[in-house]
């Protein structure tokens, strides 16, 4: 199906009016049939073109129709001057669209970007207006030919031979001068360096040509023209730019061997006319020996003599081992081959952990700490082939300082360039190359190379990185284990200390009950009090005036699972502690004081009952995790039973909850047998505190003593004691002392219990006739 609209059917149209001209002129069959098959390939080309950008589809179609009409104008006859002038029109056109091409290729992204003077078409234009004038001079003796006397013919020849010369001369100079503009953008350089190259060799092939007089320079020059734009075209749109780079080395390697022998053949052709055959095939031997050759001698135009490539190859291949670690240190191993300077080697850096990895010259991998700069990541990833360049950014350090640093960063280590690895996640890492030397710029090729080498690794440096990470966490974990396991022996000795330091302070404090207790209900009051600790359960004291419950206490708190906590003590009877702001301070409430411990609380019925509460809230109801210790016990004290108490309004529900076991405790009344061991402990305590020897008891006392009834209990034995300890001469209390400080032998009247109190049965006092 033929093409559709203006853009093909004009330049048809055109075409087929060139050659059927040719045809007629040259007469026989063979221009028309040519003529019919520039058509079909014309229509080939147009729809060929249909898939290339805007600007590289019209400088193709331009530079073919070119080529078209330049080859239908040369089928007719020599000499005519209208084919001549269709002839030069289709070179000026191949040529324009060349030098276009050549100033409006694409850049591929990133930091650099094309600068103005680099697409300038001035060079466009000037071809285009030599051109004009050497197609103007043959149509003007073609359609006025009654002024062909006044036109010399040879001026149509001259007017063709400086437009192409000129023409040369052009594309070598914009073709350098994109080379010199836009050498640092990967791709664009090679395809400058392809045309510079192409450029020159139409010039060098066609000028000796001419110089020689192989043929006539109108003929020889403007074919130079059309096959040095055409390959311009070619290199500016063709969609691979490294094609460009791999098709000129075999180019410039056919040409430097091709060319002598081509133009040796033709003089030799000219000047032995009688031996034409054995030249010509002389120089068929010749030229296929040239093909053979072709390789081998374009290899050393590869780029650094093709060791990156080659390196770079290597090291692709290297990174397929099996093992992450062994394909990371073979592909470093791989990648020295860059660069035979001492100490120049590449490395791989990773970023999760900031790691640099590199290899030794006895081919063993180092992992060392690194941190790259952040912006080296986020300004790879935006440039062609993920490569950022040295070149590149000393290039545009000037228009933007935010890449000094970089600069300064990648001149510190002589790095030539780095290639981002990425993975789903992102930026892993980057391969830094070394310059070691080098100083020709980066080509695509070697791009590419680094960037599928980059591609490769990625999966290897995320296990790797995985690999490392676990690696330091193990690490970390074992060196915390470590601490968390130096703290533990600290504060387990700390609490073994502190808990041994509680235990004795209870032990103290219930020595003097434990140490006295022969008496049955002594015993059995202690015996209760045990079972009730180890059921950790809360405990009420029913305590009568003057028995000190905080003995009894210790010893039910030494029988709990809490006996290394704090037994903390606190009287109700005191104004600081029935104010609830004391119990809500984080660091002085008695109940924060005693975690872990017991708390106990004397005549809890003197507290008010919202304390009451409080008290029961914060024991039971403590936050989670706001201490590894148990929670505190409750011991309360009361001079009644809790639920007469409750009947009077002075004991919160709460309480009688909380405390569920009762203990009375015995009245020292019913202790008769633990009378003399008290006495004796309360003497020796006074004596002490009087600075003297520890006092005895005379039997006769001790009769008088345990005969007497002591309504205050403990507190009013202490206090005679010291009254006796006050006056007594000899080693041991006498009755005489008893009667100086004022002791009534006789037994008080024994007072009303409190209200609704159990009463005790009074017992015959025991004697004693035991001496001290």
Wanted: net charge positive.
């Amino acid at each position: 199906m033929l093409p559709r609209g203006r853009g093909f059917w004009l330049p048809t149209a055109g075409l087929a009016y060139v050659g059927v001209t040719a045809s007629v002129l040259g007469g026989g069959p063979w221009p028309g049939l040519a003529a019919a098959m520039l058509l079909v390939i014309a229509a080939w080309a147009y729809r060929r073109s249909e898939g290339f950008r805007a600007e590289a589809r019209t400088t193709a179609r331009a530079n073919f129709w070119g080529l078209a009409i330049f080859l239908a104008a040369r089928l007719g006859p020599e000499g005519n001057a209208a084919l001549d002038a269709a002839a030069n029109m289709a070179v000026g056109t191949t040529a324009v669209a060349g030098l276009v091409a050549l100033a409006r290729i694409s850049g591929p992204g990133g930091i650099l970007a094309p600068p103005r003077a680099a697409r300038s078409l001035d060079a466009a234009l000037l071809a285009g207006f030599v051109w004009s004038v050497a197609t103007a001079l043959p149509l003007t003796y073609a359609l006025f030919p009654g002024q062909r006397v006044l036109l010399d013919p040879l001026a149509v020849d001259y007017a063709t031979t400086s437009a192409a010369v000129t023409t040369l001369i052009l594309s070598i100079a914009a073709a350098y001068r994109l080379r010199v503009l836009r050498r640092f953008e990967l791709g664009v350089g090679d395809r400058a360096a392809g045309a510079l190259a192409l450029s020159f060799t139409a010039f060098a092939v066609a000028v000796p040509a001419t110089a020689l007089d192989v043929a006539a320079p109108d003929r020889v020059l403007p074919i130079a023209v059309l096959a040095g734009s055409t390959l311009l075209t070619w290199a500016s749109i063709i969609a691979e730019p490294t094609t460009v780079s791999s098709a000129l080395r075999g180019i410039l390697a056919v040409t430097m061997l091709g060319t002598p022998v081509t133009l040796a053949a033709g003089l030799a052709a000219r000047a032995y006319p009688a031996h034409a055959g054995a030249v010509v095939l002389a120089a068929t031997v010749v030229a296929i020996a040239v093909g053979l050759l072709g390789r081998t001698v374009a290899r050393p135009l590869g780029p650094e003599q093709s060791r990156w490539l080659e390196s770079l190859d290597a090291a692709g291949r290297a990174a397929l081992e099996p093992a992450p670690d062994a394909a990371l240190r073979a592909a470093l191993e791989a990648l020295s081959g860059v660069s035979s300077k001492p100490g120049a080697r590449a490395e791989i850096w990773r970023s999760h952990p900031e790691e640099v990895l590199s290899v030794d010259v006895a081919g063993y991998l180092h992992v060392e700490p690194g941190e790259a700069p952040a912006r080296l990541y986020e300004l790879g990833l935006s440039e062609p082939e993920r490569t950022l360049r040295t070149d590149a950014l000393r290039e545009v350090e000037v228009r933007k300082p935010e890449v000094r640093g970089l600069v300064a960063w990648f001149e510190a280590r002589d790095a030539f360039s780095a290639t981002i690895v990425t993975d789903d996640a992102g930026a892993t890492g980057f391969i830094l190359l070394p310059r070691a030397g080098r100083t020709s710029l980066l080509t695509l090729e070697e791009a590419r190379a680094a960037r599928v080498l980059a591609d490769r690794i990625s999966a290897l440096l995320t296990v790797t990185s995985a690999l490392s990470r676990a690696r330091d966490r193990e690490r970390a974990a074992a060196v915390r284990l470590d601490t968390l396991e130096t703290d533990r022996e600290r504060l387990t000795s700390a609490l073994s200390g502190g808990g041994a330091r509680h235990r004795a302070q209870a032990e103290r404090l219930a020595a003097r009950v434990r140490g006295t207790a022969y008496a049955p209900a002594s015993r059995l009051a202690l015996e209760e009090l045990e079972r009730a600790g180890r059921l950790s359960a809360g405990i009420a004291l029913v305590t009568p005036p003057g028995v000190d419950a905080t003995s009894w206490a210790a010893h039910a708190h030494l029988a709990s699972d809490r006996a290394g906590g704090p037994l903390v003590v606190c009287d109700a009877t005191q104004t600081p502690e029935r104010a609830l702001e004391r119990w809500n301070d984080p660091e002085h409430s008695p109940s924060r004081l005693a975690d872990g411990g017991t708390l106990v609380v004397l005549d809890v019925d003197a507290l008010p009952l919202a304390v009451q509460e409080h008290i029961v809230t914060t024991l039971g109801a403590r936050p989670e995790g706001a201490s590894a210790l148990p929670p505190a016990g409750l011991i309360v004290t009361t001079h009644a039973p809790l639920e007469t108490l409750a009947e009077l309004g002075k004991i919160a529900g709460s309480i009688r909850r909380a405390a569920a076991r009762r203990v009375a405790l015995p009245s020292l009344a019913d202790r008769a047998e633990d009378l003399r061991a008290l006495v004796l402990e309360g003497l020796a305590r006074a004596s002490l505190r009087l600075g003297r020897e520890p006092l005895g008891v005379d039997p006769a006392a001790l009769r008088l003593l345990v005969e007497h009834t002591f309504t205050g209990n403990e507190l009013e034995l202490d206090a005679l004691c010291i009254r006796a300890a006050r006056v007594a001469r000899g080693k041991a209390v006498t009755p005489e002392d008893l009667a100086a400080i004022g002791f009534d032998p006789k037994s008080p009247p024994r007072p009303e219990p409190t209200p609704a109190a159990p009463t005790t049965r009074r017992r015959a006092p025991r004697r004693f006739l035991r001496g001290r």
